[in-house]
């Protein structure tokens, strides 16, 4: 059964500090689709990026980016040079291609809170 | 603009007496789910759809049910709540399997 890990519930940090958000995943499957969602305190959630398992490539956009290792099985984020707004709680989420083929249901890890003091 | 809209966002209840949180999506996505999210667990999937009369159970689907009458409904029937399913509940959808989901505002359900 797949099964996401984020072992950070919180983490706190000043503006300007770089933060890591670690995310640890099991699956059988050697098809599978990780993802990224943002929930800031309104509440929403906001797609952040998603990744299949065969593109291993690290990802930049902007102050984030993402470090896909399969060796280890961990995807995880990183914000550079962090600011206030990016207080929310994160989530990182995984999805098997043949187990669940057609439901695309999202295993979601418990979320790591981050918050960003000025 | 694309999407998706549940109602009511806050609902407290008695436990027991039936309810019926909507879900609609205009962006003609195939695929719809349910999700709670509780603290420290994240979200689970409650049930999900593939297509008009299509919909299978997620992980905790006991104590719900769902119906796909048309594409864009995706309604989450409580028939009989319990305080256990006090929770945040969110509905989306997607073009497709391993798609990006889009995400309803939430629906905040207190049953007493």
């Known amino acids: 059964a797949q099964k996401v890990t984020q072992a950070q519930t919180e983490i706190s940090v000043v503006e300007k500090e770089d933060v890591t958000l670690d995310c640890v995943y099991e699956t059988r499957d050697t098809t599978y689709y990780l993802f990224w969602y943002k929930q800031p305190p309104s509440g929403e959630l906001v797609f952040l990026i998603r990744?299949?398992?065969?593109?291993?490539q690290n990802e930049i956009s902007g102050r984030y980016s993402w470090n896909f290792q399969k060796s280890t099985s961990s995807f995880n984020f990183t914000i550079t040079a962090s600011q206030v707004v990016d207080s929310a709680v994160y989530f990182c989420?995984?999805?098997?291609?043949?187990?669940?083929?057609?439901?695309?249901?999202?295993?979601f890890g418990g979320g790591t809170r981050l918050m960003v003091k000025p | 603009e694309a999407q998706v809209t549940q109602n009511p966002r806050y609902l407290i209840t008695v436990t027991g007496k039936k309810l019926t949180v909507t879900c609609s999506q205009n962006m003609n996505h195939e695929y719809m789910s349910w999700y709670r999210q509780d603290p420290g667990l994240g979200l689970r999937q409650i049930y999900y759809s593939m297509n008009v009369e299509v919909t299978d159970k997620g992980d905790v689907p006991e104590g719900y049910k769902v119906s796909r009458k048309e594409k864009r409904n995706f309604p989450l029937i409580l028939e009989s709540p319990s305080p256990n399913q006090t929770s945040l509940y969110f509905c989306?959808?997607?073009?497709?399997?391993?798609?990006?989901?889009?995400f309803g505002q939430g629906t905040r359900l207190t049953v007493v």
């Open positions: 989306a959808s997607s073009l497709g399997g391993y798609t990006e989901a889009f």
């Open positions: 989420a995984l999805s098997e291609a043949f187990v669940n083929n057609a439901g695309n249901m999202l295993t």
């Open positions: 990744r299949n398992s065969f593109d291993e």
